[in-house]
């Protein structure tokens, strides 16, 4: 199975920039159909932020088109999300997820904590 380990996450302030990291122990996409950004803030259900398929399309939730991008590199097995100005309310636990092809079950990460203040 393939592991998924987010970092980069920490405190940033209102209006700066954060980039998380999401490294894979094995090809990305031999597995999954697309990465996915998942967040999920204090006494709210966990929510989508972003994805990338396997040909490099992207989509965002509408709270963060145009402030968030999603990245990858291919050869170090690695998805990114470069938060740019940033809310308070983007606040939350940094959730990194593979999207199994068929007959491959969904991969998570265990979380990246980002916290943003005013």
């Known amino acids: 199975q393939v592991q998924l380990v987010e970092s980069g996450g920490g405190l940033g302030q209102a209006g700066g920039s954060l980039r998380l990291s999401c490294a894979a122990s094995?090809?990305?996409?031999?597995?999954?159909?697309?990465m996915a950004w998942h967040r999920q803030a204090p006494g709210k259900q966990r929510e989508f932020v972003a994805l990338?398929?396997?040909?490099?399309?992207?989509n965002y939730a509408d709270s963060v088109k145009g402030r968030f991008t999603i990245s990858r590199d291919n050869a170090k097995n690695t998805v990114y999300l470069q938060m740019n100005s940033l809310k308070p309310e983007d606040t939350a636990v940094y959730y990194c997820?593979?999207?199994?092809?068929?007959?491959?079950?969904?991969?998570w990460g265990q979380g990246t904590q980002v916290t943003v203040s005013s």
């Open positions: 990338i398929t396997r040909d490099g399309s992207t």
């Open positions: 997820r593979g999207v199994g092809r068929p007959g491959f079950a969904d991969s």
């Open positions: 094995g090809s990305i996409f031999s597995r999954f159909n697309a």
